[in-house]
C-alpha cells in the first residue's frame, strides 16, 4: 500500500505482477471494481481515495451474480471458485414476484431457481430475472339479487375495482371471500391485488318496508 499525492488532476496508476501463478483481477474502490485493465487513469476527487490492487491465483476464476431489480428478488453466489470446480447460486423472489431465469448476456443459461455449474476458464457474470405474478379475480352474486362487475386477471399490487348493484327490492349488504370472511363493506370497492386468486361474492338482502296504518 502506499499514500501517494498528484499535482496533476487524472492521473494513471498501474498494477505489476511480481509473483507467478497469479493474475490481475481489477482496481477496487472499496467493493466496487472500478477497473479492469492494470493502468487505470481516474479524475482526482475532492476527497481522499482508497484504490486497490486485487490479485488472484491463476487457477482461480471470479462469478459475478447481481439481480434485475431487486425490489423483484435478491441473489446469491458471488465469489472467486477454483477452475473445473461446481459453483452454485440462489435466486429468492420477493413477495408478488416469480424467479424467470439466470441469464448471462442474453442468453438464458437456466431455469432454475439454485443453479449448479462447473467453473469455466473466464469470468462469469450471470443476472436472475424475474416476473410479476398474476391472479384471477371472481365476482358473483345471487343473479336475483343484483349483479357485479370486477371479474379479471391483475399483476400482483394493480388497482382492483369491483361493484355490486342490488336488484329492485334487495340491497347490497357486503362482500365475502371464499371462506365466508367479510372482505368489505362497500359495494365500490378498490383494492390492490394480493399475491393469490382471489373469489368474492356480494351478499344482498331482501329490502324491508315499513308500513304505517292510520284510522
Known sequence: YRNLEWDKPSPTIVAHLHKDGYMFIGWYNGEVKVSED???????????????????????????????????????GSGTYIIGEEATVVATAKTGYTFEGWYEGTNKVSSLREYKFTIPDGITTLVAKFTINIHNVTVNCDSNMGTVTGNGDYEYA????????????????????????????????????????????AVFVQRKYKINFTK
Open 158 to 201: 394493480s388497482e382492483v375495482n369491483i361493484s355490486a348493484t342490488a336488484n329492485q327490492g334487495y340491497i347490497f349488504d357486503h362482500w365475502q371471500d371464499a371462506n365466508g370472511n367479510q372482505f368489505s363493506e362497500y359495494a365500490q370497492c378498490m383494492f390492490g391485488m394480493v399475491d393469490e386468486d382471489l373469489e368474492l361474492t
Open 38 to 76: 492494470t493502468s487505470y487513469t481516474f479524475t482526482i476527487p475532492a476527497k481522499a481515495v482508497n484504490l486497490v490492487a486485487k490479485f488472484m491465483p491463476d487457477n482461480h476464476r471470479e462469478v459475478f451474480v447481481s439481480s434485475e431489480n431487486v425490489e423483484k428478488g435478491t441473489v446469491t
